[in-house]
């Protein structure tokens, strides 16, 4: 693959306003220093504090308190180190060593503990193994139970994602856009920002139909933007788990003319999620059992994702450097990946 001429990422004119929590750049620099205590980096540390973790826990967060913006930007930083240490993986050709590390995380997750086989030393598992404890204690026991069953489905968006890259040939754009909403990591973030928040909504509630598509239609805007700043890098090296990669392959376009379908996918979906807010508050009000109370708690959770919406973008554009690194533009590692890091026992 040759490396993309540069472009200018489009305005996706997003209709939501967005504040940042006042200590994000502190939030910033101790997110960094998490990761190097817990050795998931080791070199490269300003290259790491510019991808910019706690400005986005800042501008996601809402109002809560500082510690809470810290732990989400402390995920974060956990995140991205996983994300690029699977990519290291797929890179050499090495995923079967990624097993027994997911199987421990999984297994912690959901029972709480780490079996004696599991590679407990890692830093990445005992990294994971710090932040979830923090987490899951400040959460209900409803949104507990959601938060592990996304961290469980992230982990396997990252098997699939690692498959597409070794098949011969693609995903189509319908699959990967249901993979991409758990790949993108945001499902567990969202459910830390919402117990931060207070908010505890019922099952029932989240089950809704209209509730889970208004979720998917803020997801893919996410998502969907990200393809766009993330595209020079993945192009670059031959990914194909990108929007704009896939829609260009399918539909036999150049990479140009499918940034700007992507670009108009954006802007066709803000459009579904504010018609689906609209929808689901007419759900909502058609049903006798929802109290003013319960109906003010919903919008708080919408207004919630749409801080997530807005604030992604604006991180992307003026507060990550992840996206212009010259390294990252041409499809190289992050200086700061540890390539031994899967193989601490």
Request: glycine share 6%.
């Amino acid at each position: 693959m040759t490396r993309l001429n540069s472009f200018t990422v489009a305005d996706f004119h997003l209709p939501f306003g967005n504040s940042k929590h006042p200590q994000a750049a502190r939030a910033n620099v101790e997110a960094t220093a998490w990761v190097v205590r817990h050795e998931l980096v080791t070199d490269a540390t300003e290259q790491f504090t510019g991808i910019g973790c706690g400005h986005l826990a800042g501008r996601v967060s809402g109002e809560v308190g500082y510690d809470r913006v810290l732990l989400l930007a402390e995920w974060m930083a956990w995140s991205f180190v996983l994300d690029d240490q699977h990519d290291h993986l797929i890179r050499t050709g090495d995923v079967a060593a990624w097993e027994p590390v997911a199987e421990a995380i999984t297994t912690y997750v959901e029972t709480g503990r780490v079996g004696s086989s599991s590679p407990r030393r890692n830093p990445l598992v005992n990294g994971f193994v710090d932040l979830c404890d923090r987490i899951l204690g400040g959460m209900s026991e409803t949104t507990a139970a959601r938060y592990r069953a996304h961290v469980a489905m992230m982990l396997r968006s990252l098997d699939q994602e690692a498959g597409n890259r070794e098949a011969p040939g693609r995903p189509s754009v319908e699959d990967y856009i249901v993979m991409r909403r758990h790949s993108s990591q945001l499902l567990p973030m969202m459910d830390m920002v919402e117990a931060g928040l207070g908010i505890d909504l019922p099952r029932r509630i989240h089950g809704l139909a209209a509730f889970q598509e208004l979720i998917a239609s803020a997801i893919d805007i996410i998502s969907w933007g990200n393809d766009v700043f993330s595209l020079p890098k993945e192009y670059a090296c031959g990914d194909h788990n990108n929007l704009v990669s896939l829609i260009s392959f399918h539909e036999r376009c150049s990479l140009s003319d499918a940034v700007r379908a992507v670009e108009s996918r954006i802007q066709i979906r803000i459009e579904e999620y504010l018609a689906g807010k609209k929808h689901l508050f007419e759900v909502l009000d058609a049903d006798g059992t929802t109290t003013p109370e319960l109906r003010e708690t919903v919008s708080r959770c919408v207004r919630s994702y749409e801080d997530w919406i807005i604030g992604t973008d604006l991180w992307q554009r003026y507060e990550c450097t992840r996206y212009s690194d010259e390294r990252f533009a041409a499809g190289l590692e992050s200086a700061y990946t540890r390539p031994d890091l899967i193989s601490v026992a």
